[in-house]
């Protein structure tokens, strides 16, 4: 099969979009991902996976603090979406006038969302160009509201939905994002979270 064919299959496994949120040292940001999943079956032992690539400041800012938020949006959010995930936080405060607040583990919690979770991070998976975190969700909420609203925005959504004048911009950060990928995939290091036996 074309590489090309496996690549589109393989979209149809991808997650919802969700925000993911940090906090390193009094700096707080928000980035978007399409890599989320649960991951557990333990309604008592909820937890969360996110791909991560190595080359966006969130990266650092979780794998550093251990903690993250990840909220499941609605499906007219695509604003901040596009606030959130076309542009990194390293030159911009991408938060400072999105409505947020601290959670109970330090990360940042939109007020804006159909529901978000608290995350610590468990354990990591390297893959060469990304990490795979593993998160025990530690608390759950819906932002502000007191109960989910709205539809979830799922990528396939997102993808054809966006405005127009946005999908140079996104082809050409995901090709980017290719690359940088390609280059690194097979250099897959072992890395032990911090606390685990080695
Ligand atoms: C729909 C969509 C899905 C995305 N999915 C991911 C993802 O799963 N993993 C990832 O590392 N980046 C993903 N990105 C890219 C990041 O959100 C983007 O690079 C962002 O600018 C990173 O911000 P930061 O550098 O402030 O952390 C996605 C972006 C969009 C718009």
Same mark, same amino acid.
């Given at each position: 099969m074309h590489p090309d064919e496996v690549y589109q299959l393989l979209r149809t496994l991808t997650s919802p979009v969700v925000a993911i949120t940090a906090e390193r040292d009094g700096k707080r940001n928000g980035m978007i991902a399409d890599s989320a999943v649960r991951a557990s079956i333990v309604p008592a032992i909820p937890r969360v996976s996110v791909y991560i690539h190595k080359f966006n400041y969130s990266h650092d800012m979780i794998f550093d603090s251990g903690r993250f938020g990840l909220h499941l949006l609605r499906d007219d959010q695509f604003e901040l979406i596009h606030r959130l995930g076309f542009g990194s936080g390293r030159t911009r405060d991408k938060l400072a006038d999105m409505p947020h607040h601290v959670g109970k583990l330090g990360a940042p919690v939109l007020d804006d969302c159909h529901a978000h979770f608290e995350c610590a991070v468990a354990n990591v998976m390297d893959t060469g160009s990304s990490t795979c975190f593993l998160g025990d969700v530690v608390e759950v909420g819906y932002g502000k #509201?007191?109960?989910?609203? @709205? &539809? &979830?925005?799922? *990528? =396939?959504? %997102?993808?054809?939905?966006?405005?127009?004048?946005?999908?140079?911009?996104?082809? *050409?950060?995901?090709?980017? =994002?290719? +690359? %940088?990928? #390609?280059? +690194?995939?097979?250099?897959?290091?072992? &890395? &032990?979270?911090? @606390?685990?036996?080695?």
């Amino acid at each position: 099969m074309h590489p090309d064919e496996v690549y589109q299959l393989l979209r149809t496994l991808t997650s919802p979009v969700v925000a993911i949120t940090a906090e390193r040292d009094g700096k707080r940001n928000g980035m978007i991902a399409d890599s989320a999943v649960r991951a557990s079956i333990v309604p008592a032992i909820p937890r969360v996976s996110v791909y991560i690539h190595k080359f966006n400041y969130s990266h650092d800012m979780i794998f550093d603090s251990g903690r993250f938020g990840l909220h499941l949006l609605r499906d007219d959010q695509f604003e901040l979406i596009h606030r959130l995930g076309f542009g990194s936080g390293r030159t911009r405060d991408k938060l400072a006038d999105m409505p947020h607040h601290v959670g109970k583990l330090g990360a940042p919690v939109l007020d804006d969302c159909h529901a978000h979770f608290e995350c610590a991070v468990a354990n990591v998976m390297d893959t060469g160009s990304s990490t795979c975190f593993l998160g025990d969700v530690v608390e759950v909420g819906y932002g502000k #509201a007191s109960r989910p609203t @709205g &539809v &979830v925005m799922t *990528a =396939a959504y %997102f993808r054809a939905n966006m405005p127009s004048e946005w999908r140079p911009e996104y082809e *050409a950060q995901l090709k980017a =994002a290719q +690359r %940088f990928a #390609a280059e +690194r995939s097979r250099d897959i290091k072992s &890395v &032990v979270w911090r @606390g685990l036996p080695a």
